[in-house]
């Protein structure tokens, strides 16, 4: 393990453990340089075949000790503590595992604008903002300030250097007053860049039909952006949706025999989303008034 610089982490339970190990894994490895990187992957309760089996094929599994909250919360906890306790990595990718698969390899953006934070944001979102509370975080109402019209970087795949994210969850993750919150991480991140600032990569990086302004197409299993005729290969593809009636890919997985679009759900959520916020801008005027 010592020796390489740079990390990819995730955090799973059973739920989604056979994707882990069949599609995100596989098509991580499949795509992926992976000569300078070493896989993490945090346990969150899997079985001891899919633990043997990911270890037997070169990848870290630590058992998380940071299981009090939503797992979308404490996994960072639980990726700040690795990283302090190994201190030789550089930079760290965190990524979801039970909606992406890799397409193409993106290890040179751990070589690219390594002081900052990287990561895609949505053209199309919710207004993740309004979730937040004096409940769950402390300052929810400067966050929410801060947050206003901001475009919403998605946590689902986003590359740091290690001392950033080592004081991003320190900083951010103390403000947390309700571990359980869902949606909490997606706040904190956006709030820290946003003050800290980062660098915005193209949307091929992180790529969620559901929120993107691009065209794209599907060819045997393989997503596509299609600009002026012509199609580029998309590196990061995320399935993203909270809820299986939300996400915008059916059959969503690796390999040729996957991926079915659902246009009409991009279409509503699309709507859904810019309805609502327009109506939350019409009546910040009218409150003004």
């Known amino acids: 393990m010592a020796g390489k610089k740079y990390l990819i982490a995730t955090a799973c339970n059973r739920k989604y453990e056979d994707f882990l190990l069949n599609h995100w894994f596989r098509s991580l490895?499949?795509?992926?340089?992976?000569?300078?990187?070493?896989?993490?992957?945090?346990?969150?309760?899997l079985s001891e075949n899919i633990i043997?089996?990911?270890?037997?094929?070169?990848?870290?599994?630590?058992?998380?000790n940071r299981v009090d909250g939503h797992i979308n919360n404490t996994r960072f906890l639980e990726l700040a503590d690795f990283l302090k306790e190994n201190s030789f990595y550089k930079q760290v990718i965190l990524c979801d595992s039970g909606d992406i698969i890799f397409q193409d390899d993106f290890s040179h953006l751990f070589k690219e604008n390594t002081t900052q934070i990287r990561a895609v944001t949505e053209d199309f979102s919710p207004n993740m903002d309004m979730i937040i509370s004096e409940a769950k975080v402390e300052n929810a109402d400067e966050i929410r300030k801060k947050l206003w019209k901001k475009q919403l970087i998605n946590a689902g795949f986003v590359v740091y250097p290690c001392?950033?994210?080592i004081d991003f969850v320190e900083r951010a993750f103390s403000k947390?007053?309700?571990?359980q919150a869902w949606g909490v991480d997606m706040i904190l991140l956006n709030y820290y860049a946003y003050e800290n600032g980062f660098f915005?990569?193209?949307?091929?990086?992180?790529?969620?039909?559901?929120t993107a302004r691009v065209r794209y197409k599907i060819e045997d299993g393989i997503f596509y952006i299609v600009k002026n005729g012509e199609k580029m290969k998309v590196y990061v593809v995320h399935n993203a949706g909270g809820y299986k009636a939300?996400?915008?890919v059916l059959k969503f997985g690796y390999g040729k025999n996957y991926n079915i679009p659902r246009p009409l759900t991009i279409f509503t959520l699309r709507i859904f989303y810019i309805s609502l916020y327009g109506l939350r801008h019409l009546g910040s005027i009218f409150r003004k008034r």
């Open 176 to 179: 947390v007053k309700d571990s």
């Open 52 to 64: 043997q089996k990911l270890s037997e094929q070169g990848a870290i599994v630590r058992k998380a």
């Open 246 to 248: 939300f996400r915008p």
């Open 200 to 210: 915005k990569l193209p949307v091929i990086y992180n790529f969620i039909p559901t």
């Open 29 to 45: 490895k499949d795509n992926v340089d992976l000569s300078e990187i070493d896989v993490l992957i945090m346990d969150y309760g």
């Open 163 to 165: 001392d950033v994210y």
